[in-house]
């Protein structure tokens, strides 16, 4: 189901992390003071135990109120400071972290809308969205905790040991013992749990897709009563994912064990040999009790390391699961291509196409189409189910980009020129409207002039518009679904038309409309295309009417081109397309 | 795209944008729909239920784990006032409990902690399976209707980040929360009975902490209502984006889009920042009470070891509980962080699966009469129906209609007519407003879905294909079909063809929302689905605009045979479908305005003759 599974292998999760660097930098500043405060008060924490010591030691041995005063003050300042550093170190980041998601969504959206339209057909939307939202989200946490903790608590834990050892050796190494297990443990668990992590991840893909195309395919699964087994497969979906979530969580479990057990024990064990140095007269109380408030101060440290490295395992595949869709190179904006100017109007040469993603062996989808439409004139395009018309419309403003030949406006190559100008020449009706959640004005002007909105309304039929509740100005819900499949239509056709473009593209534009309401588009349409360069593709007779010329695609060529009439006379082919009476001699 | 026109620009006003659209929109609009009070918890509740046992026997775990965890500074306590002065006196016994029990409540403490781990896991992914499957049925068993206003944005972020929010609250939330509770009571406890002065004051510092955490709480809901709404807008308009990509590239609106975008995301920003800044403001009003505490108890307690009212292994352990017992406020704050955010995910989950279907499931489901004839056609009655959307206006006025078992009905007249209504009715995509629509007698909606679906299917224009493969999309029709019998299906339509030249046949694996296979031929997939389901009554709502002349006549041929004997419902603006029909019925304004077989009225003078007429024109 998934179309992303990764190539699982040997990563870094360091180095995919690194990753995120452009979008930290803005802010390192920030998050670097952040991390350094947060040293500073983790530290502070610290020195809690040491002047603890001082008292027990020192006035509290010597009973001098007066000394404890002192004390309890300083512990006091201590404990402001670091209640403010730890308060200063979030506020600091605050904005800023919220600002690296923005900017990596932002930064994620804007390049899905430029990446070519092949890589949209092959990928679910449902695996882009948990994109921009669950991983991001993840990113945003890790940059929070696991990036700063894991240096802070590197830092205060060193800063532990040393104080111990200071303190007391032997008993600081007995401490350290565990270090070596525990880093050991850290790093086989690093490993396992990353390819559990993704693994996750892109099941959590796959069940949004299933709940996208559940939503959006919901007629379909009513209209057969099929919500029963849809539910079946979504509940086998999170059944998986619940089985790789288990596994997330006893690989989780066995590091916590790992990592709270050790240091304990190493922790009763001093214990133990301090307390006999304490009764031998080799240590004082005091360094006894400020050594172990320090090892135990230092347990959230280490507890936490599991945890943190978890969270940067899952944010080192979220990582990677961000880059493999920015990775994909967009639509290449760079301006090849001669022009010769050739003859005016619109002209396909000698085009070959194949789908990217085509086996090596199957035939191309179109292959040597040679087709001039001349200035202001309109051609039909013809063909069976299948033949490669829609994909043949999608050349002209380079959805797709052809694999041999070219595409000349006016003479000029359409390589020649950059996307936007191109597309800004021609406009499309496409054979599914796809409206947006937006009112009906915007959804046709799509950011034109609005005082062309009443003309481009008039000649699709779609003065309904007016008719509702606020007019042009009301909202239509995503995918305008509220409208019917002829209302839609309208308005994806009014669309095309809005801006008076040169060229028009048309792909089956009337299907959903009745005959009186055709007939209408008809003759607005007429006059619109009688000075407009115009391909439209066609089903009927009375669409193929609108044009000057008809040209038939067959097979990926194009076998005929000429008028109406002459067509019907002469080729079989078009004849049984346009009246379906059973041709002689085609063998379709 | 985003805002409507008489909003107000987007830029320092528009944190106070959704309380000007909650006044001015209905709720769907604003994403908030009336939960009943109290749903949230129950929801909650209702989730947790089925699991108490586990759910005792995790927070049993958890328990033990605590108990071995806090009696480390105990041991510390016992080692520094009497083990010691035992050992100065050669008695070694204490203080060899003392480290034989330290290791084992290590030990203990480990190992429980990942039989807690395992069980807690379990517990939540449960939850999780619990309510995702709850979201999803209910989702599927609200009717068509509420889908058009809802938008499938909402629903995926209702399913995803909704959802997403709720496991954090389980996975981190939850053992936070109790392991603060109980950390708390162990502490005091101890505190308390090591000495009771100095445990009193560290209950004391309790109450300034709680009046924190509720102003924490009052606060920090707001903002994360606001986020929550907020992230659901920024899904929406990815999504939307993301499937009408063709006309967005088309229409270069891309850099509008990224502009409408950046609006949506630094709302969202805000709002982020917003939170993430309250519990900044909570870490330091914690940690300043819980510092103040700790330094109290350590001047008073020192005060009284000098002057020799309280042992000194009793303050260490007592500073050393101390710690602990102040550590968890930080963790209290990151529960309500994600128990603030999980409720307010959960109250819009909870007002999702507060609507009631428009469209019920029978509580009491009757059979269809068994079939009189070997064909599979039933009789089809509106009685006295009527039907009007929700937002007002009748689309049908009172309406009856007898389509007797067998008999090929084609439906016309100009959009808007009521024709799409008619089929959704009985198909039961809606309910009728008053009165009752009829297969052989029985009401519709006291027919079980399975029963329905025997009785009506409907093919409609949009031909969604699922992921998935050909195959599988044909056999959405009949799941245990046969591969022969989907293939006879493919057939019979004419997709048998196009189907075999796909790279794997059947196989071929549509990708995205059938990419690669043309409009027409998605029709064809459609037709043979409904095909392949073998209703009594088939309906078909411009099932034919995508093909072309070739394919509707084949579809025809193949429907003349598939639809003999049956009830079949046509809705076509192509008056070529009207040559296979018994009967024709024009609506106008939701009213049969002609009614007759299409020779007959195609011999007279009124509307058909006329339709007929231009259509034969079209055709030319």
Same mark, same amino acid.
């Given at each position: 189901?998934?179309?992303?599974?990764?190539?699982?292998? #040997?990563?870094?999760?360091?180095?995919?992390?690194?990753?995120?660097?452009?979008?930290?930098?803005?802010?390192?500043?920030?998050?670097?003071?952040?991390?350094?405060?947060?040293?500073?008060?983790?530290?502070?924490?610290?020195?809690?135990?040491?002047?603890?010591?001082?008292?027990?030691?020192?006035?509290?041995?010597?009973?001098?109120?007066?000394?404890?005063?002192?004390?309890?003050?300083?512990?006091?300042? &201590?404990?402001?400071?670091?209640?403010?550093?730890?308060?200063?170190? *979030?506020?600091?980041?605050?904005?800023?972290?919220?600002?690296?998601?923005?900017?990596?969504?932002?930064?994620?959206?804007?390049?899905?809308?430029?990446?070519?339209?092949?890589?949209?057909?092959?990928?679910?939307?449902?695996?882009?969205?948990?994109?921009?939202?669950?991983?991001?989200?993840?990113?945003?946490?890790?940059?929070?905790?696991?990036?700063?903790?894991?240096?802070?608590?590197?830092?205060?834990?060193?800063?532990?040991?040393?104080?111990?050892?200071?303190?007391?050796?032997?008993?600081?190494?007995?401490?350290?013992?565990?270090?070596?297990?525990?880093?050991?443990?850290?790093?086989?668990?690093?490993?396992?749990?990353?390819?559990?992590?993704?693994?996750?991840?892109?099941?959590?893909?796959?069940?949004?897709?299933?709940?996208?195309?559940?939503?959006?395919?919901?007629?379909?699964? #009513?209209?057969?009563?099929? %919500?029963?087994?849809?539910?079946?497969?979504?509940?086998?979906?999170?059944?998986?994912?619940?089985?790789?979530?288990?596994? #997330?969580?006893?690989?989780?479990?066995?590091?916590?064990?790992?990592?709270?057990?050790?240091?304990?024990?190493?922790?009763?064990?001093?214990?133990?040999?301090?307390?006999?140095?304490?009764?031998?007269?080799?240590?004082?109380?005091?360094?006894?009790?400020?050594?172990?408030?320090?090892?135990?101060? &230092?347990?959230?440290?280490?507890?936490?390391?599991?945890?943190?490295?978890?969270?940067?395992?899952?944010?080192?595949?979220?990582?990677?699961?961000?880059?493999?869709?920015?990775?994909?190179?967009?639509?290449?904006?760079?301006?090849?291509?001669?022009?010769?100017?050739? !003859?005016?109007?619109?002209?396909?040469?000698?085009? *070959?196409? *194949?789908?990217?993603?085509?086996?090596?062996?199957?035939?191309?989808?179109?292959?040597?189409?040679?087709?001039?439409?001349?200035?202001?004139?309109?051609?039909?395009?013809?063909?069976?189910?299948?033949?490669? #018309?829609?994909?043949?419309?999608?050349?002209?403003?380079?959805?797709?980009?052809?694999?041999? !030949?070219?595409?000349?406006?006016?003479?000029?190559?359409?390589?020649?020129?950059? *996307?936007?100008?191109?597309?800004? &020449?021609?406009?499309?009706?496409?054979?599914?409207?796809?409206?947006?959640?937006?009112?009906?004005?915007?959804?046709?002007?799509?950011?034109?002039?609005? %005082?062309?909105?009443?003309?481009?309304?008039?000649?699709?039929?779609?003065?309904?518009? %007016?008719?509702?509740?606020?007019?042009?100005?009301?909202?239509?819900?995503?995918?305008?679904?509220?409208?019917?499949?002829?209302?839609?239509?309208?308005?994806?056709?009014?669309?095309?038309?809005?801006?008076?473009?040169?060229?028009?593209?048309?792909?089956?534009?009337?299907?959903?409309?009745?005959?009186?309401?055709?007939?209408?588009?008809?003759?607005? &349409?007429?006059?619109?295309?009688?000075?407009?360069?115009?391909?439209?593709?066609?089903?009927?007779?009375?669409?193929?009417?609108?044009?000057?010329?008809?040209?038939?695609?067959?097979?990926?060529?194009?076998?005929?081109?000429?008028? %109406?009439?002459?067509?019907?006379?002469?080729?079989?082919?078009?004849?049984?397309?346009?009246?379906?009476?059973?041709?002689?001699?085609?063998?379709? | 795209?985003?805002?409507?026109?008489?909003?107000?620009?987007?830029?320092?006003?528009?944190?106070?944008?959704?309380?000007?659209?909650?006044?001015?929109?209905?709720?769907?609009?604003?994403?908030?729909?009336?939960?009943?009070?109290?749903?949230?918890?129950?929801?909650?509740?209702?989730?947790?239920?089925?699991?108490?046992?586990?759910?005792?026997?995790?927070?049993?775990?958890?328990?033990?784990?605590?108990?071995?965890?806090?009696?480390?500074?105990?041991?510390?306590?016992?080692?520094?006032?009497?083990?010691?002065?035992?050992?100065?006196?050669?008695?070694?016994?204490?203080?060899?409990?003392?480290?034989?029990?330290?290791?084992?409540?290590?030990?203990?403490?480990?190992?429980?902690?990942?039989?807690?781990?395992?069980?807690?896991?379990?517990?939540?992914?449960?939850?999780?399976?619990?309510?995702?499957?709850?979201? /999803?049925?209910?989702?599927?068993?609200?009717?068509?209707?509420?889908?058009?206003?809802?938008?499938?944005?909402?629903?995926?972020?209702?399913?995803?980040?909704?959802?997403?929010?709720?496991?954090?609250?389980?996975?981190?939330?939850?053992?936070?929360?109790?392991?603060?509770?109980?950390?708390?009571?162990?502490?005091?406890?101890?505190?308390?009975?090591?000495?009771?002065?100095?445990?009193?004051?560290?209950?004391?510092?309790?109450?300034?902490?709680?009046?924190?955490?509720?102003?924490?709480?009052?606060?920090?809901?707001?903002?994360?209502?606001?986020?929550?709404?907020?992230?659901?807008?920024?899904?929406?308009?990815?999504?939307?984006?993301?499937?009408?990509?063709?006309?967005?590239?088309?229409?270069?609106?891309?850099?509008?889009?990224?502009?409408?975008?950046?609006?949506?995301?630094?709302?969202?920003?805000?709002?982020?920042?917003?939170?993430?800044?309250?519990?900044?403001?909570?870490?330091?009003?914690?940690?300043?009470?819980?510092?103040?505490?700790?330094?109290?108890?350590?001047?008073?307690?020192?005060?009284?070891?000098?002057?020799?009212?309280?042992?000194?292994?009793?303050?260490?352990?007592?500073?050393?509980?101390?710690?602990?017992?102040?550590?968890?406020?930080?963790?209290?704050?990151?529960?309500?962080?994600?128990?603030?955010?999980?409720?307010?995910?959960?109250?819009?989950?909870?007002?999702?699966?507060?609507?009631?279907?428009?469209?019920?499931?029978?509580?009491?489901?009757?059979?269809?009469?068994?079939?009189?004839?070997?064909?599979?056609?039933?009789?089809?009655?509106?009685?006295?129906?009527?039907?009007?959307?929700?937002?007002?206006?009748?689309?049908?006025?009172?309406?009856?209609?007898?389509?007797?078992?067998?008999?090929?009905?084609?439906?016309?007249?100009?959009?808007?007519?009521?024709?799409?209504?008619?089929?959704?009715?009985?198909?039961?995509?809606?309910?009728?407003?008053?009165?009752?629509?009829?297969?052989?007698?029985?009401?519709?909606?006291?027919?079980?879905?399975?029963?329905?679906?025997?009785?009506?299917?409907?093919?409609?224009?949009?031909? /969604?294909?699922?992921?998935?493969?050909?195959?599988?999309?044909?056999?959405?029709?009949?799941?245990?079909?046969?591969?022969?019998?989907?293939?006879?299906?493919?057939?019979?339509?004419?997709?048998?063809? /196009?189907?075999?030249?796909?790279?794997?046949?059947?196989?071929?694996?549509?990708?995205?929302?059938?990419?690669?296979?043309?409009?027409?031929?998605?029709?064809?997939?459609?037709?043979?689905?409904?095909?392949?389901?073998?209703?009594?009554?088939?309906?078909?709502?411009?099932?034919?605009?995508?093909?072309?002349?070739?394919?509707?006549?084949?579809?025809?041929?193949?429907?003349?045979?598939?639809?003999?004997?049956?009830?079949?419902?046509?809705?076509?603006?192509?008056?070529?479908?009207?040559?296979?029909?018994?009967?024709?019925?024009?609506?106008?304004?939701?009213?049969?305005?002609?009614?007759?077989?299409?020779?007959?009225?195609?011999?007279?003078?009124?509307?058909?003759?006329?339709?007929?007429?231009?259509?034969?024109?079209?055709?030319?």
């Amino acid at each position: 189901m998934s179309t992303t599974r990764a190539t699982s292998g #040997k990563r870094s999760a360091v180095r995919t992390l690194l990753r995120l660097w452009p979008y930290v930098r803005p802010v390192r500043a920030r998050l670097f003071t952040a991390a350094f405060v947060a040293v500073l008060a983790s530290c502070t924490g610290l020195v809690i135990p040491l002047v603890l010591k001082w008292m027990v030691d020192g006035p509290v041995a010597d009973r001098d109120p007066a000394g404890v005063w002192l004390g309890a003050l300083f512990l006091l300042l &201590l404990g402001f400071g670091e209640a403010l550093l730890f308060g200063l170190r *979030r506020w600091l980041v605050a904005r800023p972290l919220s600002h690296v998601e923005a900017e990596m969504r932002a930064d994620l959206y804007g390049h899905l809308q430029r990446l070519p339209v092949a890589f949209h057909d092959r990928w679910a939307s449902g695996q882009l969205l948990s994109r921009g939202t669950t991983d991001l989200m993840l990113l945003r946490m890790f940059l929070a905790f696991p990036l700063t903790f894991l240096l802070v608590n590197s830092v205060t834990i060193l800063v532990g040991v040393i104080i111990m050892l200071i303190q007391d050796w032997t008993l600081g190494l007995v401490i350290l013992a565990p270090a070596v297990p525990v880093i050991v443990s850290c790093l086989l668990f690093e490993q396992r749990y990353s390819s559990v992590a993704r693994q996750a991840q892109d099941q959590v893909g796959d069940l949004t897709t299933v709940v996208e195309e559940s939503v959006l395919g919901i007629r379909i699964i #009513k209209g057969f009563g099929r %919500h029963r087994s849809q539910a079946r497969a979504f509940w086998e979906l999170s059944r998986t994912l619940r089985g790789t979530e288990l596994r #997330k969580a006893r690989l989780l479990a066995a590091i916590l064990t790992v990592i709270v057990t050790l240091p304990e024990v190493a922790i009763g064990v001093a214990l133990v040999l301090g307390s006999v140095q304490v009764a031998d007269g080799e240590l004082s109380a005091g360094t006894l009790v400020a050594f172990l408030s320090t090892a135990l101060a &230092l347990r959230w440290p280490i507890d936490s390391i599991g945890f943190l490295l978890a969270m940067s395992q899952d944010a080192a595949s979220a990582t990677e699961r961000y880059f493999e869709v920015m990775d994909e190179a967009p639509e290449d904006a760079s301006v090849a291509g001669s022009a010769g100017a050739r !003859g005016k109007g619109l002209q396909f040469h000698n085009v *070959r196409f *194949r789908y990217p993603d085509a086996a090596p062996d199957a035939p191309p989808t179109l292959d040597r189409v040679d087709l001039h439409i001349r200035p202001g004139e309109s051609m039909a395009l013809v063909g069976a189910t299948g033949s490669g #018309k829609t994909t043949l419309t999608a050349l002209v403003p380079r959805l797709h980009e052809l694999t041999d !030949g070219r595409i000349t406006l006016d003479g000029e190559d359409i390589t020649a020129m950059s *996307r936007e100008e191109l597309r800004s &020449l021609v406009a499309m009706a496409f054979e599914e409207p796809t409206l947006f959640s937006a009112s009906v004005g915007e959804n046709v002007l799509m950011g034109a002039d609005d %005082h062309e909105l009443d003309r481009a309304l008039s000649i699709a039929q779609a003065d309904f518009a %007016h008719a509702l509740p606020q007019g042009t100005d009301t909202r239509i819900g995503e995918q305008g679904l509220s409208l019917s499949g002829g209302q839609r239509q309208r308005l994806a056709l009014a669309r095309a038309v809005v801006g008076r473009p040169r060229f028009l593209v048309l792909d089956d534009p009337l299907s959903a409309l009745d005959v009186h309401t055709e007939a209408a588009v008809e003759a607005a &349409l007429r006059d619109v295309l009688a000075d407009t360069t115009a391909l439209i593709v066609a089903h009927r007779p009375s669409t193929v009417l609108l044009a000057d010329r008809v040209a038939l695609l067959s097979e990926g060529r194009i076998t005929a081109v000429g008028t %109406h009439q002459e067509l019907l006379r002469t080729n079989a082919e078009y004849a049984h397309l346009m009246s379906g009476s059973e041709e002689t001699g085609d063998a379709r | 795209m985003t805002a409507p026109p008489t909003a107000p620009p987007a830029t320092a006003d528009d944190e106070r944008e959704p309380e000007v659209r909650a006044k001015a929109g209905d709720p769907f609009d604003r994403d908030v729909l009336p939960t009943p009070p109290r749903a949230t918890s129950a929801l909650l509740r209702s989730l947790l239920a089925p699991m108490k046992a586990r759910v005792a026997l995790t927070s049993f775990l958890l328990l033990l784990q605590q108990a071995a965890v806090q009696a480390g500074p105990l041991l510390v306590a016992y080692a520094i006032d009497s083990a010691v002065p035992a050992f100065r006196d050669d008695r070694h016994g204490p203080l060899i409990a003392v480290g034989v029990t330290y290791l084992l409540c290590s030990v203990a403490s480990g190992g429980l902690q990942y039989a807690f781990v395992r069980a807690s896991a379990r517990v939540n992914q449960d939850v999780l399976l619990d309510l995702r499957g709850r979201i /999803f049925r209910h989702a599927q068993a609200l009717s068509v209707d509420f889908h058009e206003r809802y938008t499938s944005g909402r629903l995926i972020s209702r399913s995803t980040t909704d959802v997403e929010s709720l496991r954090e609250l389980l996975n981190e939330g939850l053992q936070e929360l109790i392991t603060v509770i109980l950390s708390f009571v162990y502490i005091s406890a101890m505190l308390l009975w090591l000495d009771l002065g100095l445990g009193a004051v560290a209950v004391a510092s309790f109450l300034p902490l709680y009046l924190l955490v509720r102003n924490y709480r009052r606060r920090a809901g707001r903002v994360y209502t606001l986020r929550s709404t907020a992230i659901a807008a920024v899904i929406v308009k990815f999504v939307e984006t993301m499937n009408g990509i063709r006309p967005v590239r088309a229409f270069r609106r891309e850099a509008a889009n990224d502009a409408e975008f950046a609006v949506l995301n630094k709302r969202h920003e805000r709002t982020n920042g917003d939170a993430l800044l309250e519990m900044a403001r909570y870490v330091v009003g914690s940690r300043l009470v819980a510092n103040t505490a700790v330094a109290l108890i350590v001047l008073w307690g020192a005060y009284r070891v000098a002057g020799g009212s309280l042992e000194l292994g009793v303050l260490a352990a007592a500073v050393l509980y101390l710690r602990r017992l102040y550590d968890p406020i930080d963790r209290l704050g990151m529960f309500l962080n994600s128990y603030q955010s999980a409720a307010a995910s959960l109250e819009k989950i909870a007002g999702l699966l507060a609507q009631t279907p428009s469209v019920p499931e029978p509580v009491a489901p009757r059979e269809l009469p068994p079939l009189e004839s070997e064909h599979p056609g039933r009789e089809v009655v509106f009685d006295g129906v009527r039907f009007g959307y929700r937002t007002g206006g009748e689309i049908l006025p009172r309406f009856d209609l007898s389509l007797p078992a067998g008999q090929t009905v084609a439906v016309v007249g100009s959009t808007g007519a009521g024709k799409s209504t008619l089929a959704k009715l009985l198909a039961r995509f809606y309910d009728p407003t008053a009165g009752r629509v009829l297969l052989d007698g029985v009401d519709l909606r006291d027919l079980s879905v399975p029963e329905l679906r025997r009785g009506v299917v409907m093919v409609t224009q949009e031909a /969604f294909l699922f992921s998935g493969t050909v195959a599988d999309n044909i056999a959405i029709g009949r799941p245990d079909a046969s591969r022969e019998e989907i293939e006879r299906a493919a057939k019979a339509i004419g997709a048998h063809e /196009f189907i075999s030249a796909l790279p794997d046949g059947y196989d071929t694996d549509v990708r995205k929302r059938g990419g690669r296979i043309s409009a027409g031929q998605r029709q064809l997939v459609a037709f043979a689905r409904a095909l392949l389901a073998d209703p009594a009554v088939l309906i078909l709502d411009e099932a034919t605009s995508s093909l072309d002349i070739p394919g509707e006549r084949a579809v025809q041929r193949a429907m003349s045979t598939v639809l003999h004997g049956r009830t079949a419902v046509v809705i076509a603006h192509r008056l070529s479908t009207v040559e296979i029909a018994d009967r024709v019925l024009v609506m106008e304004h939701g009213r049969i305005v002609e009614d007759g077989p299409p020779a007959e009225l195609i011999a007279g003078t009124g509307r058909f003759a006329d339709l007929h007429r231009a259509w034969r024109d079209s055709l030319a």
